[in-house]
């Protein structure tokens, strides 16, 4: 028998495990790594790692309709829209039920990965081994590396990124304070909505960039995200009825007392809120363009207004990074641009796979579960991808199919629409098994790496 080449999993979060699941199933071996002593990764509240973004309220934007791995229900008795530590649980379920959590070596942290001269991984851990592999799946997540905008000045209290938020109370006590959060995300709505309430903040103010459609949790009734077009259905049809569905249900944002957005519903990543607009019709949020310039105790915005502020929250999002490449044809460039072969694969790479390195409407938990399907059959001889050619005209042609419904922004560069996605991806999969047959199932990547004498059970 054939062996078969051995993977290197960095990361175990969502995109991590259910990666491991598909190479166990397929017998593929390999070692995951997870610098945690968990699971769970940007869903592990209060992370040891330092990693996680949740904060003690965070109910996931996407639905349980939508977020649940293909093989292994969420609990019937779940909400709609699930609390992060419902989610945790579930991806904790998820391992011990398919027997990965002795698969993963917790508490270690990939160092750095580089590629061999004779092409191989070499991969050196914490714990100051160093490994070779034939294959590396990056999925250390795109959630950790907060962005924050270099503005002039400098402001004298209490500033820090919406990653670090974890409750009104801390990393600051909010309460009275007069408080600034930047941007207009998902991130800056919930955090807005829960300090605005008027046992804690003094004054709230949201600045930003530019107005946005803020999208509900529910249409008609109805969890909105469960009503999808059908992959083969018009794009841009489907967007504009969308569109005329949205603006009737929600009226005009300025309605709201929000800015007046510059673009048309659905050409931004949504905004989901189910309470920020009451917030903001209620008075208790209340609006600034973005900054222009940190005072001391001040903060001078971008009309000239000045107010005096106490504390700061960028809610400004995050860089892609992956701090154990030093090789920059590896890394995006400055504005997160990062093309790759299906979100997944770099053109001249074969042995190499960033999971996960999407924004996907509407979720990103069960995303990798599906590239894992090209990626295992292609570990097996079953998928052979086009050539380094084919595969650089597939990007442009993709890049321009998701990413044109959106205004040019760093927050855009890895926009996918999951359906869409999912739809293509199946249909890459099946031309990709034709081409292997011809080229008689040989392993695209074989096995060259030391194996290790045994490999736990299945």
């Not at 991969?123 to 160093?130: P, Q």
């Not at 359906?419 to 890459?428: S, T, W």
């Not at 040989?442 to 004498?453: D, E, N, T, Y």
């Amino acid at each position: 028998m054939t062996a078969l080449p051995k993977a290197c999993i960095i990361g175990a979060g969502c995109s991590g495990f259910t990666t491991a699941k598909r190479l166990q199933d397929l017998g593929v071996p390999f070692d995951c790594f997870e610098m945690s002593d968990d699971v769970g990764g940007n869903w592990y509240f209060k992370n040891p790692n330092g990693m996680s973004a949740c904060y003690e309220s965070l109910h996931i934007d996407t639905s349980k309709w939508r977020l649940a791995f293909e093989d292994y229900p969420v609990p019937a008795d779940w909400p709609d829209f699930p609390h992060h530590g419902q989610l945790l649980q579930y991806f904790r379920d998820y391992v011990d039920h398919f027997g990965l959590r002795s698969r993963i070596t917790f508490n270690t942290r990939v160092e750095h990965a580089g590629r061999t001269a004779d092409g191989l991984w070499s991969v050196r851990l914490s714990n100051g081994e160093t490994r070779t592999y034939d294959v590396l799946f990056v999925c250390n997540g795109h959630h950790w590396d907060a962005r924050i905008p270099d503005y002039p000045g400098t402001f004298d209290g209490p500033a820090f990124h919406a990653h670090d938020y974890r409750s009104p109370f801390d990393p600051v006590d909010m309460r009275g304070k007069s408080i600034v959060v930047v941007g207009m995300g998902n991130s800056a709505m919930d955090i807005a909505s829960e300090l605005s309430q008027r046992p804690i903040a003094g004054k709230l103010w949201v600045a930003a960039r530019r107005g946005v459609w803020v999208l509900p949790k529910y249409m008609n009734g109805k969890v909105a995200d469960k009503a999808a077009m059908p992959p083969w259905f018009p794009r841009k049809l489907g967007l504009a009825l969308a569109r005329r569905a949205i603006k009737r249900a929600l009226g005009n944002m300025e309605d709201y007392g929000l800015p007046k957005p510059d673009h048309e519903p659905l050409e931004a990543h949504p905004s989901v809120s189910g309470e920020f607009l009451t917030r903001a019709g209620c008075g208790d949020v209340k609006f600034k363009p973005n900054i222009a310039e940190l005072m001391g105790k001040q903060v001078r915005f971008e009309d000239g207004s000045i107010e005096d502020v106490d504390a700061i929250v960028y809610a400004t999002g995050y860089n892609i990074t992956f701090p154990f490449f030093d090789d920059p044809a590896l890394s995006p460039d400055a504005e997160n641009r990062f093309p790759l072969f299906k979100r997944m694969m770099q053109p001249g790479v074969p042995n190499l796979f960033f999971m996960g390195l999407a924004q996907p409407l509407p979720t990103l938990v069960n995303f990798a579960e599906q590239q894992a399907k090209l990626a295992g059959a292609y570990l097996t001889g079953r998928y052979l991808p086009p050539s380094p050619a084919e595969m650089a005209q597939v990007i442009k042609d993709d890049e321009a199919l998701h990413l044109e419904p959106y205004y040019k922004a760093a927050r855009h560069t890895i926009q996918v629409d999951f359906g869409i996605y999912v739809h293509d991806l199946m249909k890459e999969i099946e031309r990709g098994a034709k081409r292997a047959k011809a080229a008689g199932n040989a392993l695209p990547v074989p096995a060259r790496a030391a194996q290790p004498a045994t490999i736990a059970a299945e």
